[in-house]
Nanobody, 117 residues
């Protein structure tokens, strides 16, 4: 099972920008897909965006255009660039590597993003 460590969270004003990073313990060259999830207090965890090894991306409909997911295989890192942040974006953001094999699935510890004036 790979290990994931998120960073980059913090407090930002509405309309501001923030970029999150997820560092993977090993090479991500052979990882087909990676995801960003988020979970607000009292709400279900939801997928924010996904990216494949080919660079194909998917986004939650309401977030497309504001959030950009990317990955840098040389640095074993996935990123989530967030712009035009709103208070509703406040949540703990998690890095995730899915797998049909449970033992190979991985979650990061999460990084807090707070959007407030």
């Amino acid at each position: 099972q790979v290990q994931l460590v998120e960073s980059g969270g913090g407090l930002v004003q509405p309309g501001g920008s923030l970029t999150l990073s997820c560092v993977v313990s090993g090479s991500i060259l052979n990882i087909y897909a990676m995801d960003w999830y988020r979970q607000a207090p009292g709400k279900q965890r939801e997928k924010v965006a996904s990216i494949t090894d080919r660079g194909d991306t998917t986004y939650t409909g309401s977030l497309k255009g504001r959030f950009t997911i990317s990955r840098d295989n040389a640095r074993n890192t996935m990123y989530l660039q967030m712009t035009s942040l709103q208070p509703e974006d406040t949540a703990v953001y998690y890095c995730h590597v899915p797998s049909p094999i449970k033992s190979l699935e991985a979650w990061g510890q999460g990084t807090q993003v707070t959007v407030s004036s």
